[in-house]
């Protein structure tokens, strides 16, 4: 995609977004907000949502990463329209970009070495000055260059305006101006020729006709330097957006300490995609007071004016709540496709058993994650282990006759959830016992639990022969 001019007027009518991450890790919670803002805005004006790899750091860059990033956008939902594109083959481009800077004269070639640059900053450092290159090889009208070092390549400046002042109205922060003067000729080509970060996004957002650059607020500070640079390249402009941090639940920025922050780490410990994305959401944006929504009311409200200025923090809790929240939503049959591999592996036995969808509907309101509701559920598929404190405390001679007539009628009764709570009641009157003296032991020799769901709920899904079954084992 080469494009020598500034995109047509009409394009800033399309709205076209960008996510571009670097692959030196995970997709973490920040990124994936960011992803998902950028995502938002284009399907919200029925507009481009491009992915865009930035993989030119070579020491820090894997095929992991990339994956990941892959991985976590596609659990995520969050389909590009174009790409993935990556730098490192767009190289050519670069290369013709910064030959045509060289001739229009918005670059030059810089020959000082290492060392020297770091000379003038000391130098710059000892008087209290900002260090910084000090344009020794920045061509001016009347200027005499240094002789040029027979054995060094060198590397390439874009020549900032040297007065003035570089602003935007960020989407996010409002108006945001920083003068020229704070800023140096950057590098934009290293000795070996390979381009450097600001150039290449540069180039990408022109050649790509990004009309809305929205992302984390820590690229403030290469907004100016790319303003400058498309100006220089006679590009128009997109407009920028800066989302501030997300901080974890101590306040300080949000690092692994605060628990799983690759996204990839979310599904497996039981967090549903919905429930993510309603929660990244809510992460900075706001829609009155709405807490649960769907992805297409998302895409329906979401603007940026009612993005905050202010840090976003991680609450561990609220996830979790929210997550709940979509677990009672969904489909039983669904969370049992989910859950299954997780119980197999606690050593759940399927066979003879109560339907695993069954189950899931009687104790899914509890279960904050996948994991969660997957361990719970296990009661009704393996032997209950039974602490013998417990026993003795629950199981005692004024209840066994009770529990024995219980067992008994089970043969005759109607099995159904109204039914067996009704010989319960039966039970309850014929033996003058109160309810909790009967359900706490048949939870206990039943479930080997004394926390449950309803208990005639519990007993109505295990059936008939086998609550007889695990009942005889303490009552013959």
């Known amino acids: 995609?080469?494009?020598?001019?500034?995109?047509?007027?009409?394009?800033?009518?399309?709205?076209?977004?960008?996510?571009?991450?670097?692959?030196?890790g995970y997709l973490h919670l920040g990124g994936a907000r960011t992803a998902?803002?950028?995502?938002?805005?284009?399907?919200?004006?029925?507009?481009?949502?491009?992915?865009?790899?930035?993989?030119?750091?070579?020491?820090?860059?894997?095929?992991?990463?990339?994956?990941?990033?892959?991985?976590?956008?596609?659990?995520?939902?969050?389909?590009?329209?174009?790409?993935?594109?990556?730098?490192?083959?767009?190289?050519?481009?670069?290369?013709?970009?910064?030959?045509?800077?060289?001739?229009?004269?918005?670059?030059?070639?810089?020959?000082?070495?290492?060392?020297?640059?770091?000379a003038m900053r000391e130098r710059q450092r000892a008087v209290g000055d900002k260090p910084r290159y000090d344009g020794t090889w920045r061509p001016e009208p009347g200027k005499t260059l240094p002789p040029v070092p027979a054995d060094r390549q060198p590397v390439v400046r874009f020549r900032n305006p040297l007065d003035g002042e570089v602003s935007w109205v960020d989407l996010v922060k409002g108006a945001i101006t920083i003068g020229n003067r704070e800023m140096d000729d950057l590098v934009i080509?290293?000795?070996?020729?390979?381009?450097?970060?600001?150039?290449?996004?540069?180039?990408?957002?022109?050649?790509?006709?990004?009309?809305?650059?929205?992302?984390?607020?820590?690229?403030?500070?290469?907004?100016?330097?790319?303003?400058?640079?498309?100006?220089?390249?006679?590009?128009?402009?997109?407009?920028?957006?800066?989302?501030p941090m997300i901080l974890g639940p101590d306040g300080e920025k949000l690092s692994k300490r605060h628990g799983a922050v690759s996204v990839m780490e979310y599904p497996a410990q039981g967090y549903l995609r919905d429930a993510m994305l309603n929660y990244l959401a809510r992460l900075g944006w706001s829609h009155g007071d709405e807490e649960i929504f769907s992805m297409a009311q998302f895409i329906a409200w979401f603007d940026?004016?009612?993005?905050?200025?202010?840090?976003?923090?991680?609450?561990?809790?609220?996830?979790?709540?929210?997550?709940?929240?979509?677990?009672?939503?969904?489909?039983?049959?669904?969370?049992?496709?989910?859950?299954?591999?997780?119980?197999?592996?606690?050593?759940?036995?399927?066979?003879?058993?109560?339907?695993?969808?069954?189950a899931i509907a009687l104790m899914k309101e509890r279960a904050h994650t996948i994991n969660e509701l997957a361990a719970a559920t296990l009661l009704?598929?393996?032997?209950?282990?039974?602490?013998?404190?417990?026993?003795?405390?629950?199981?005692?001679?004024?209840?066994?006759?009770?529990?024995a007539d219980f067992a008994a009628r089970c043969t005759d009764v109607s099995w159904d959830k109204a039914a067996i709570s009704a010989m319960i009641k039966e039970v309850l009157v014929q033996h003058q016992l109160k309810m909790p003296q009967l359900a706490m032991p048949l939870r206990l020799l039943l479930t080997g639990q004394l926390q449950t769901p309803a208990i005639d709920a519990v007993i109505t899904l295990f059936g008939a022969t086998t609550v007889q079954q695990r009942l005889a084992r303490f009552l013959d």
């Open 189 to 243: 080509a290293r000795p070996d020729g390979t381009p450097t970060y600001n150039f290449c996004v540069a180039v990408d957002d022109w050649d790509m006709q990004i009309t809305h650059v929205i992302r984390g607020d820590d690229h403030v500070n290469n907004t100016p330097r790319q303003i400058n640079i498309l100006n220089a390249l006679g590009a128009t402009l997109p407009e920028y957006g800066h989302l």
């Open 36 to 118: 998902l803002f950028a995502w938002a805005y284009a399907r919200h004006f029925g507009g481009t949502f491009i992915l865009r790899i930035e993989d030119t750091d070579l020491e820090r860059s894997t095929p992991e990463a990339v994956q990941a990033i892959l991985d976590g956008m596609a659990w995520l939902g969050l389909a590009h329209d174009e790409g993935p594109f990556y730098q490192m083959q767009r190289m050519d481009r670069y290369r013709e970009v910064i030959a045509q800077m060289l001739a229009a004269g918005t670059a030059y070639h810089c020959y000082a070495s290492p060392d020297e640059v770091e």
């Open 380 to 403: 009704f598929y393996r032997q209950p282990e039974l602490d013998a404190a417990l026993l003795i405390q629950h199981l005692t001679e004024a209840v066994r006759p009770a529990l």
């Open 1 to 24: 995609m080469r494009r020598r001019h500034p995109a047509p007027v009409q394009l800033a009518m399309i709205v076209r977004t960008r996510f571009a991450p670097s692959p030196t």
């Open 304 to 358: 940026l004016d009612h993005l905050s200025k202010s840090p976003a923090q991680f609450n561990p809790e609220k996830l979790a709540w929210i997550n709940n929240h979509y677990i009672k939503l969904a489909d039983n049959v669904a969370l049992a496709e989910l859950a299954k591999p997780l119980m197999l592996e606690g050593g759940a036995q399927f066979e003879g058993a109560p339907p695993l969808p069954d």
